[in-house]
Every structure is written in C-alpha cells, then in structure tokens.
C-alpha cells in the first residue's frame, strides 16, 4: 500500500522478582546469595516500531502492570491490543500496514 506506515509490533513479559544464580568460590567455601523482595508482579509491555520513507521511525509502547488485577489477566488482551493499534491509526493519520506473530490474542 502506497504512503502507508510500516508497523511492527511486538510484546514481552518481565517478572519482578530476581532469578536465581550460581556463582563460583573457593572449594568448601559455599556462596551465600541473598535475594530480597520476593514479589509475584510482573509487567507486560507491547510496542510498535513503525517506518515511512521520508519520515522519521517512530516507537509507540503500552506497559501493563499485573498488580493483582481482578480479571486474573497477567498480560496484554485483545482489547489491550486494539487499543494500542487504534492508537498508532490517530496518531498517523493514515494507513498502517502492520506485521506481528501469531500469538493467540492476535488472531482473536
């Protein structure tokens, strides 16, 4: 399509609490890591990297925090999905033609 956006998106998740590690000592010597703040949240963000020539790219992000939401959801939804999409479409003022995975909220 010809004047449109090239619109890219992907998503990831992070979780909040710190991963376990090894580490090397001395023989007989164990290494004690200590790691705090357990926490069971985690953040989910979905972004677009979009492109025109002549324009300058452009990077549009939504985060969503999972602090224990009462829809049991600890990442994006279709409608979260949507909204980001309809976002970008106001922002551009034009068409977009987006490429994604094919994650299951995708195709819903």
């Not at 007989?28 to 069971?40: E, F, I, K, N, Q």
Request: positive net charge; hydrophobic residues 35%; glycine residues 8%.
């Amino acid at each position: 399509m010809s004047g449109a956006w090239l619109v890219f998106e992907d998503e990831a998740g992070f979780s909040m609490t710190p991963p376990q590690a090894r580490t090397w000592s001395r023989r007989g010597r164990t290494p004690a890591v200590r790691v705090r703040g357990r926490s069971r949240r985690r953040i989910s963000i979905a972004a677009l990297t979009c492109y025109k020539p002549g324009h300058k790219s452009r990077l549009i992000y939504r985060p969503r925090r999972d602090d224990d939401r009462r829809d049991g959801r600890k990442s994006f939804s279709w409608r979260d999905y949507h909204d980001l999409l309809i976002a970008a479409h106001r922002q551009f003022g034009g068409p977009i033609v987006l490429f994604w995975d094919n994650l299951n909220a995708h195709k819903a």
